[in-house]
C-alpha cells in the first residue's frame, strides 16, 4: 500500500526553526503535486504551501517569507522549512501527495508546538 510518511516536529522557542520532511512514494514521486497543512486544536486543517511537480509553489500568506516549501524528487522527499516561529503556528502539520482524485494521499501528522 502506497503511503508517505512526515518527520521533523517537535517542540521549538518563538523564532525558531525547524525542517519538516515527508518521503514516500518511491519513483512515481516526481508526478505528484505535494503539499503541507495544519490542524491546530479545535480548527480545521488548513492549506500552508504547496509544490507542483513542475515546481511551482504556493504559499498561505500567514507563512510567507517565513516558511519555505522545496522537493528533491532524486530522493522522493518535500520539505517545509519552518523561520521565525511563532506560537500561532502550533499545530499538526500533513504531507499531502495529489495526483488525480483517486491518488490523494496523505501522511500521519507531526505534531509542531511553539512555545516559551
Known amino acids: 500500500q502506497v503511503h508517505i510518511e512526515e518527520s521533523g516536529g517537535g517542540l521549538v522557542q518563538p523564532g525558531g526553526s525547524l525542517r519538516l520532511t515527508c518521503s514516500g512514494l518511491?519513483?512515481?514521486?516526481?508526478?505528484?503535486?505535494m503539499g503541507w497543512y495544519r490542524q491546530a486544536p479545535g480548527k480545521e486543517r488548513e492549506f500552508v504551501a504547496q509544490i507542483t511537480r513542475e515546481g511551482l509553489t504556493v504559499h498561505e500568506d500567514a507563512v510567507k517569507g517565513r516558511f519555505t516549501i522545496s522537493r528533491d524528487n532524486a530522493v522522493s522527499t518535500v520539505y517545509l522549512q519552518m523561520n521565525n516561529l511563532k506560537p500561532e503556528d502550533t499545530a499538526v502539520y500533513y504531507c499531502?501527495?495529489?495526483?488525480?482524485?483517486?491518488?490523494?494521499?496523505w501522511g500521519q501528522g507531526t505534531q509542531v508546538s511553539v512555545s516559551s
Open positions: 518511491g519513483r512515481s514521486f516526481r508526478f505528484y503535486d
Open positions: 499531502n501527495a495529489f495526483l488525480g482524485a483517486d491518488r490523494n494521499l
